[in-house]
Structures are given as C-alpha cells and as structure tokens.
C-alpha cells in the first residue's frame, strides 16, 4: 500500500499513524512525503520507509506571501509532477493509493491510481474542504470569493470552477500524457463522492450532506519518545507551565508573538514553556521562569502543562484535547479559525479574535482558559477522544481489498 501526503506536520503526522497501523496488520507500506529533514527522521524513526518526494515544505511555507498566488503554477506543476513520476513508481503494483494534502496532490494520486487500475482514497485532517451547504468554502489563493454572496451551496459550485481555472489544464495535459481521459471537475474527481474524514467525531461532528463521508477518527501516530532531561528538570522544578508554540505556522500576523506570549502567561502568573516551531521563537530574557524547546513529544508534554496556547491546526487540537489540557487558540488561516471554534463551542478552551494578539488580549482569554470549569471539562472531553482512528481506517482499507 502507498500513502501519498505533501504539506506540513499536520498533514504528514497522520499519513504516518495509517501507516503504522497498516503495518501492524501485515501490510507493506511506503509513505511518500515531503522531503524535510524532520519528517523523513520522525517517519524513519517509527520504521517507516518513507520515500521523499517534491520539494521541502518548509523553504516554501516560511518564504510563500499569505494570500500571494505568486509562483504558484510553478509549485502546481512541481506537485502533480511528482505524483505521476515518484508516487506512480512507488505505487506500481500495489493495490490501494491514499492521498491527501493539496489539490494538485491529490487529483494527481486518483489519476496514478486509474491509471494503475488500483483502488484510491482521498484522505481528509479537516472538514473545511469537503463541500457542505453548512459553512463557505475557503478561499483559494489568490481567488477571494465574493463577499456578498451567502448561499453556501453557489460558493462551492464557484469554488469547483475556480480549481478547474486554476488546475484543469495543468492535470489534463498530465492525464493525457498518461493515457488518460481528461476530468471536467478537478476537485471533485480527487475528492470522490466517499471521502474519508481522519478527526475525531467528538472534536469535529460531520453534519451529513450529498456526499457519502466515512468518518474514522483522528490518525494519530504514537508517540513514546521520552522528553529531554533538561524539559523535565524545568517541568519538576515547579508548577505546571503554559505551553506557547505554533507549529508550521509563521505567526506572519503577529511578528511580535514571542514577547507577546512570554508576558501574558507571566501576567497569569504561570511560568512559561515556548516552542520554536518555523516562526522560529525564542525567550525575550534569561529569567528562569522560561524555558525553550524544539521538536519534542506533544504527546507526553501537553499532560503536565497548565494549557496550551497554539495556532489551532487539527492535529494540535487534538493531541491537547486528548491530554485534557485547556486551550487557548489563536488562528492565522486556513482551517485554523474553525478549530478555534470548535474548542470555544466545546468549553475546553478560548479561541482567540483575530490572528495578532496583544499582550493584554491573550492574557484575557489565557486566564478564562485557565478558569477551573475549562479544567474540569477539558478534563471530561479527554475522555471521549478515541485514539483508535488510524487503526478503524486501516482495518477498512483491508477490507476493501481483501
């Protein structure tokens, strides 16, 4: 079986956590993925063979203008290229390809896969993408949707239009080259008509529509690195802290973040845990009530901090909501704002306003994160996270081939 994923650790961590339970049913895998230093040693490192393909993501998320198209074609065709050239080698032979990540990736993985006559699934980490008459589609870059327009169902058929603008000719020219008919609905050809949903129904309910979801829960890959010695020495020496970090997120809004944080959780009067993530952050002084760290497990960190203050991608969501750790979450785009509201709806946090915090506002909703009835339903919510996702989706793909 090929896993075919292209983006940052939101989007990579759960491919691997299929693959793993994939892996303990017997099944040969291989992931093919970004090829960034951090993800090929995390994936080696859970004895994954991974198989990098395309360009790193991180030279293009900490260089790529918010809302800019410019060099976009260039990534596009780069991205289906590397479908039909490395994720078809790989997948040759095999019986299922699994994709998810951005559109030119995914359309291109089903057209691998009828190529090759192999089953194809489009895998989804967040709901935002799958048409709903329930919420506006995101806005693609370089592409606003019109803002007076609020029948959800006429933005999704714009939206299908504006990937057809905007891939069509692209993954036509590489189907034809392929022996392949060409599609008239790039996005809905890459999604299907039975997408899956890889969150957790708890955290992320799907409300039914036209299209014919199977929802398996969060692909959660485990984690059992211990945490360094000089992380621990801090966590012991005294109450828990306030995590603070933000992912693959740059933080472009709010380039003041690092002392933005550091003052507000020490206005609360909690110590302060900071992690670098790509906005690259650090401390803004040497006082011993801060302390810096790197990639190390959420997994295990989040059950011994006070909350957790992040960007709000669905992986960091769910890993803190699994913990039982309140959180404070303060989007900058893309799925972001909704898991901000997820975490607000649910009360096992504060989603903050707006993606530029002050010191004065985060402090605020820090201190109604950290108020004794979020504690005690983030506590209660932990509890109904299943953790059994990637094995429910695994245990489907082997059905689905025999």
Not at 348 to 364: A, D, F, K, N, Q
Request: aromatic share 6%; with cysteine.
């Amino acid at each position: 079986m090929v896993l075919s994923t292209y983006g940052a650790r939101g989007s990579v961590e759960p491919m691997a956590g299929l693959a793993m339970a994939l892996r303990e049913l017997g099944a040969e895998v291989r992931v093919c993925a970004p090829p960034d230093e951090e993800f090929v040693e995390r994936l080696g490192a859970a004895g994954l063979l991974v198989v990098p393909t395309g360009r790193p993501v991180r030279p293009l998320v900490t260089t790529v203008v918010p809302g800019s198209a410019a060099g976009l074609a260039q990534r596009v065709a780069e991205l289906a290229a590397a479908q039909f050239e490395t994720v078809a080698s790989e997948a040759e032979g095999g019986d299922v390809l699994v994709a998810n990540g951005p559109l030119p990736v995914t359309a291109g993985a089903r057209s691998v896969a009828e190529r090759l006559g192999i089953r194809y699934v489009h895998a989804s980490h967040q709901q935002i993408v799958l048409p709903s008459p329930y919420r506006r589609p995101p806005a693609r870059r370089g592409r606003p949707l019109p803002a007076e327009v609020t029948d959800n169902r006429v933005l999704w058929d714009l939206d299908a239009r504006l990937a057809d603008e905007m891939f069509g000719d692209m993954l036509n020219a590489r189907r034809a080259a392929a022996g392949l008919a060409p599609v008239k609905n790039v996005r809905d050809y890459a999604f299907t008509d039975r997408p899956w949903l890889a969150t957790d129904p708890a955290l992320d309910p799907w409300q039914p529509t036209d299209l014919d979801i199977v929802q398996t829960g969060a692909w959660i890959l485990p984690d059992e690195r211990p945490l360094p010695a000089g992380l621990v020495e801090f966590l012991d020496a005294g109450a828990p802290p306030v995590y603070a970090g933000f992912g693959s997120t740059t933080m472009g809004a709010a380039p003041d973040i690092a002392r933005v944080v550091v003052e507000a959780i020490r206005a609360q009067g909690r110590r302060v845990l900071v992690a670098r993530g790509w906005a690259d952050l650090d401390v803004v002084d040497d006082h011993e009530d801060c302390f810096v760290v790197g990639e190390v497990n959420h997994q295990a960190l989040f059950r011994r901090v006070a909350a957790v203050v992040h960007h709000g991608s669905g992986g960091t969501t769910t890993t803190a909501a699994r913990a039982g750790a309140p959180q404070v979450v303060v989007p900058q785009g893309a799925d972001q704002p909704y898991w901000a509201g997820r975490v607000s709806g649910l009360g096992i946090g504060v989603g903050h306003e707006g993606p530029s915090p002050t010191v004065e506002s985060l402090s605020v909703a820090l201190g109604a994160a950290l108020a004794p009835e979020i504690l005690a339903r983030a506590a209660a919510v932990a509890g109904t996270i299943r953790s059994d996702g990637a094995m429910v989706a695994a245990k489907l793909l082997f059905d689905a081939v025999g």
